[in-house]
């Protein structure tokens, strides 16, 4: 027996990213993410549909930790601390990371196709929001304005956490990007 | 000589919004739209470089003119202020025609590819905006957040406009969506 390995999920999102960023996306078959992480392709297919997944495959389980994190709150909540909540939960989720996180961002950001399918995640999850506010009987505006806000802060923030010289926590980022657009729609 | 008609561009536009409309975008074809507008398909390229084309031409220039807004402000005007000046003139460029806003909107909603392209095309102003604030010295994240509002802003309020069951002003929807915003802020 060798010295331990992390599980071949991981190794091939590892392999897979730095192949992307080395060859770019296009670029890249699934036999040479294998290959590098020293695995079949049909091990490949057992952990991602395609070559794309390996960057989105955290989707839908992060809409649904969001809406889950929604369903904890009271109801007396207003529209931007639920949506606040939310962001904590997405924070949590996708800031353990940083040079995984500033991986992936820099393969999405290189490539128009994976730029669009990012921005179509975020919109989904802003819709998907959106209708739960108004389940919990946030009026139809204010439920739209609030998800809609809350991923405006979320690009900006993450932007900053993953570009940023110094290693900050992307909650703290989050926060204070929140507290920014508060004041900024105070005192426009 | 028979009654005025409008010019081949419009009489094209009208043509091919309602074909969309009865067919389905990927279903009407340019010979249609020629046909109905009672033009030639030839006639049709020397407006429109495609099918898209028709639904997309106005996008450059929106940003062309919604930048051009933001250089008449004073260097004192804050963010979310310069943003509110630029909403104004998309307003005015894109709230003339209520009737054929809402066939467009139509259109691009019945259609995964069109409404990413309108994403994109949103994001893309965003982006240059954010740009256009920094070069104003406004800060960085300022700078990116009031860009984001804004098209926050802009997409909750079209969006009204265009479903309304009256006929308002899409500038009096989209102050009223600003000014929600605002309490939104205040209020979380």
């Known amino acids: 027996m ?5 599980g071949a999920g991981d190794r091939l999102r590892e392999a897979a990213l730095s192949l992307y960023l080395e060859r770019g996306f296009e ?3 699934v036999a040479d993410i294998a290959e590098r992480a020293g695995v079949t392709a049909r091990t490949f297919f057992r952990y991602f549909a395609d070559k794309r ?3 989105f495959d955290g ?10 994190a929604l369903e904890e709150l009271p109801t007396t909540t207003s529209a931007l601390d639920a949506v606040a909540a939310v962001l904590e939960t997405v ?3 996708v800031g353990g990371d940083r040079e995984l996180a500033r991986k992936r961002q820099a393969v999405i950001m290189a490539n128009a196709d994976l730029r669009e399918r990012e921005l179509i995640k975020l919109t989904s999850l802003s819709a998907a929001l959106a209708d739960r506010l108004r389940q919990r009987g946030i009026g139809d505006i204010e439920a739209g304005l609030a998800a809609e806000t809350g991923i405006a802060v979320f690009r900006v923030a993450f932007s900053r956490w993953v570009t940023a010289t110094e290693d900050h926590d992307l909650q703290d980022v989050i926060r204070e990007t929140l507290d920014r657009l508060r004041a900024l729609a105070a005192g426009g």
């Open 59 to 68: 989707s839908s389980a992060l809409e649904e930790k969001s809406l889950a």
């Open 53 to 55: 997944e390996v960057l």
């Open 91 to 93: 924070a949590r989720t």
């Open 2 to 6: 060798g010295r331990w390995k992390p």
């Open 27 to 29: 670029q890249t078959m």
